[in-house]
């Protein structure tokens, strides 16, 4: 069965702080890897897209990158506007796509 | 570019009526359209796959007969909740997939529906 796991559930850092969020899957056929941000009380925003093992992808101080096991979300000196849930998902061949439950960062000033 | 809007952003009924959301791609066509429901800190379950011009596929659980879901051009999917009960109460969010050689699913601000 398809299956998303993201951790941690919930992530506290202070400004400026780096970290790295984790999606780990496992799905007969990768078909494309998927993050993105949401807001509370939005819908979610669209971040990268992600296709094969090894590749990467960058927008300002966010960087996502794919193994054939996982994908992290690396972010570099944040700032408390980047504070939202972020959603990693996951589409095998021809299927639809699986949400993880998704990581709660929060980003003190 | 790939702009996904819906109308009403929120939406207050009582017990029994039934409630239309609408979901439009403004700037490309969508031939597939999805819609979601996402309870209060939780991830979104997909409720139904829209294609235009045919029926729903539904996922399993999902009562299609108490979630009309119409997709009648590439660029509008609606959603109505008939005979709607406190339990319908949710936030919904519809996305669309730019044309059909790609995966990425373009999300609405959502509609969050209260029953009362």
């Known amino acids: 069965e398809d299956q998303v796991t993201q951790s941690p559930e919930a992530l506290r850092l202070q400004e400026g702080e780096s970290s790295s969020l984790n999606c780990s899957y496992t799905?007969?056929?990768?078909?494309?890897l998927f993050w993105y941000r949401q807001d509370p009380g939005k819908g979610p925003e669209f971040l990268f897209t992600?296709?094969?093992a090894g590749e990467e992808k960058e927008k300002e101080r966010l960087k996502a990158t794919l193994t054939k096991k996982e994908s992290f979300l690396h972010i570099t000196a944040p700032k408390p506007e980047d504070s939202a849930t972020y959603l990693c998902?996951?589409?095998?061949?021809?299927?639809?796509?699986?949400f993880g439950s998704g990581t709660r960062l929060s980003i003190r000033p | 570019g790939a702009v996904v809007s819906q109308h009403p952003s929120w939406v207050i009924c009582k017990s029994g009526t039934s409630v239309k959301i609408e979901c439009r791609s403004l700037?490309?066509?969508?031939?597939?359209m999805f819609w979601y429901r996402q309870f209060p800190k939780q991830s979104l379950m997909l409720m139904a796959t829209?294609?235009?011009?045919?029926?729903?596929?539904?996922e399993q659980g999902v009562e299609k007969d108490k979630f009309l879901i119409n997709h009648a051009s590439l660029t509008l999917s609606t959603l109505t909740v008939t005979s709607a009960h406190p339990e319908d109460s949710s936030f919904y969010i519809c996305?669309?997939?730019?044309?059909?050689?790609?995966?990425?699913?373009?999300f609405g601000p959502g509609t969050r529906l209260t029953v009362l």
């Open positions: 996305s669309a997939r730019v044309g059909s050689g790609s995966d990425t699913q373009y």
């Open positions: 799905v007969s056929g990768l078909r494309g």
């Open positions: 992600l296709y094969s």
């Open positions: 998902a996951v589409q095998a061949e021809a299927s639809k796509i699986i």
């Open positions: 700037d490309f066509q969508a031939t597939t």
């Open positions: 829209s294609n235009e011009g045919s029926k729903a596929t539904y």
